[in-house]
């Protein structure tokens, strides 16, 4: 369990952190000091220093939210302040081991088991009264809690969960004969039925138009039965099981009957944007996996383009409503001179506090909320309206079988090494039974390397 006051001394994992930081003082310090505004609106309240990472339209959004925090009450003035996303790690352990660190943050990246095993985050369920504790724990989404958890405290709050779903072209679907309201019901219909009749090649055979090609090894192994994490009952990574190399052997088979080197040329030669050159609106995929944000986009760069959304169908015998997530999440470092304030931010923004008015800030980012009092909000009940291919990951979101990346303090490491390990399958270079080997070998290398130098395992 995580430390429950303040320690004397920090452990080995921390101090590590903490001479990290030192030595990024000495070479950031110019270029990333954080000045505070000279303006304040609110000079006789207790100032709420805010961190984020979010610039361009949706540091807008952000100015938005926090000024709606001004607004709410009297006590507090919420300072909201974006600073560069690649820089944002090293400036908060800068500020953490300097003293003055913010008093909230806004994450994405897998930090919190690392930061929280290092006692530098404040645990955010010693903040709540019983009964919020209680209905956290009860009424949030079971991602909600997964993401924010550390050994069994809370120390991110969600106000932003991205869940995958398929997104399927109806005029294609059209074209080929195939009934949009009829959906597969299972993985292989989709990939054995569907996919074929979509798929198009030119006169050398190459592929021009990919139906559906299942991909993300950690997308699928929840619906397979697999994960790579207990989450009934947490205790160690779970990597080579029955579960996790059947969704891999069955991703890389996939591959296998269209040619690694086909599908490899398909998609070398696909734009990576993330507006208008997304494949799917160029029409270069008929069926494809991705994240909510993309209705919002559909919506705004190609409202041309006809389609659904449908929760990616589970292999037969398999979990339905499965995948993984990620997202925004608020965090309170140790040392914050107005926790209570920083608190109160987090309350209002996510929706633990007065979720109904917390419903319109999820809409100006188009973003899924942490439970159903907020979904079933006037405001997200609207928004969804607007954009019913939305309702899909409404549907998704209460399901056990969304997992995050496992909560180990090497998170960061983890998920690269996962990732690489998917790629080095797919492309055919190991089989999936020496894909796991390896991944296993890394991950114990990687434990008793951390464990020589006093790190958290």
């Known amino acids: 369990m995580a430390a429950s006051g303040q320690q004397s001394s920090a452990p080995k994992a921390g101090r590590a952190l903490w001479a990290l930081a030192v030595v990024a003082a000495a070479t950031l310090a110019l270029s990333f000091a954080i000045q505070s505004p000279n303006r304040r609106k609110f000079p006789r309240r207790t100032p709420v220093r805010f961190w984020h990472m979010w610039t361009a339209e949706w540091k807008v959004v952000v100015d938005r939210i926090a000024d709606s925090?001004?607004?709410?009450?009297?006590?507090?003035?919420?300072?909201?302040?974006?600073?560069?996303?690649?820089?944002?790690?090293?400036?908060?352990?800068?500020?953490?081991?300097?003293?003055?660190?913010?008093?909230?943050?806004?994450?994405?990246?897998?930090?919190?088991?690392m930061w929280a095993d290092s006692k530098l985050?404040?645990?955010?369920?010693?903040?709540?009264?019983?009964?919020?504790?209680?209905?956290?724990?009860?009424?949030?989404?079971?991602?909600?809690?997964?993401?924010?958890m550390y050994k069994g405290d809370l120390y991110g709050v969600t106000t932003g969960l991205?869940?995958?779903?398929?997104?399927y072209r109806l005029d294609h679907l059209e074209a080929a004969g195939l009934d949009p309201n009829d959906f597969p019901k299972t993985l292989e219909e989709l990939v054995d039925v569907w996919a074929p009749k979509l798929h198009r090649r030119d006169e050398n055979g190459s592929l021009v138009r990919m139906g559906f090609m299942p991909k993300g090894w950690s997308l699928y192994v929840p619906g397979f039965g697999g994960g790579f994490w207990n989450w009934a009952k947490p205790s160690d990574l779970t990597i080579d099981t029955p579960e996790n190399?059947?969704?891999?052997?069955?991703?890389?088979?996939?591959?296998?009957?269209?040619?690694?080197?086909?599908?490899?040329?398909?998609?070398?030669?696909?734009?990576?944007?993330?507006g208008i050159d997304w494949p799917f609106i160029s029409g270069q995929y008929s069926i494809l996996l991705d994240g909510q944000w993309r209705v919002e986009q559909l919506a705004?760069?190609?409202?041309?383009?006809?389609?659904?959304?449908?929760?990616?169908?589970p292999p037969a015998g398999g979990k339905a409503n499965y995948g993984w997530s990620n997202g925004n999440f608020m965090i309170i470092p140790k040392g914050a001179r107005c926790p209570a304030g920083a608190w109160a931010f987090?309350?209002?923004?996510?929706?633990?506090?007065?979720?109904?008015?917390?419903?319109?800030?999820?809409?100006?980012?188009?973003?899924?909320?942490?439970?159903?009092?907020?979904?079933?909000?006037?405001?997200?009940?609207q928004y969804v309206r607007k954009h019913p291919q939305f309702q899909t990951f409404l549907d998704i979101l209460?399901?056990?079988?969304?997992?995050?990346?496992?909560?180990?303090?090497?998170?960061?490491?983890?998920?690269?090494?996962?990732?690489?390990?998917?790629?080095?399958?797919?492309?055919?270079?190991?089989t999936p039974e020496e894909t796991i080997r390896r991944l296993v070998r890394e991950i114990e290398t990687e434990r008793r390397r951390r464990r020589e130098f006093g790190h958290g395992d």
């Not at 760069?301 to 169908?313: K, Q």
């Open 69 to 113: 925090f001004n607004a709410s009450q009297d006590t507090y003035e919420l300072i909201a302040l974006s600073v560069p996303g690649q820089a944002a790690n090293s400036k908060f352990l800068l500020a953490v081991a300097g003293g003055d660190p913010p008093d909230c943050m806004a994450q994405w990246n897998p930090v919190i088991p």
């Open 121 to 148: 985050l404040v645990r955010l369920n010693t903040l709540m009264t019983p009964a919020e504790w209680a209905d956290f724990q009860t009424n949030t989404y079971p991602i909600a809690r997964k993401i924010g």
């Open 162 to 167: 991205n869940l995958w779903a398929c997104y």
């Open 245 to 274: 190399l059947r969704a891999l052997r069955y991703l890389v088979e996939q591959r296998e009957r269209l040619g690694f080197d086909n599908v490899l040329r398909f998609e070398a030669g696909l734009q990576s944007g993330f």
């Open 300 to 313: 705004r760069h190609a409202p041309e383009v006809r389609y659904g959304t449908a929760p990616v169908p």
């Open 346 to 381: 987090i309350k209002f923004w996510s929706g633990l506090a007065e979720p109904a008015r917390a419903a319109e800030f999820y809409t100006w980012g188009g973003w899924l909320p942490l439970s159903d009092k907020i979904a079933a909000a006037p405001a997200y009940r």
């Open 398 to 430: 209460p399901s056990e079988n969304v997992h995050p990346t496992p909560p180990v303090p090497f998170q960061d490491y983890l998920a690269d090494r996962i990732k690489q390990a998917d790629e080095t399958a797919m492309r055919g270079t190991l």
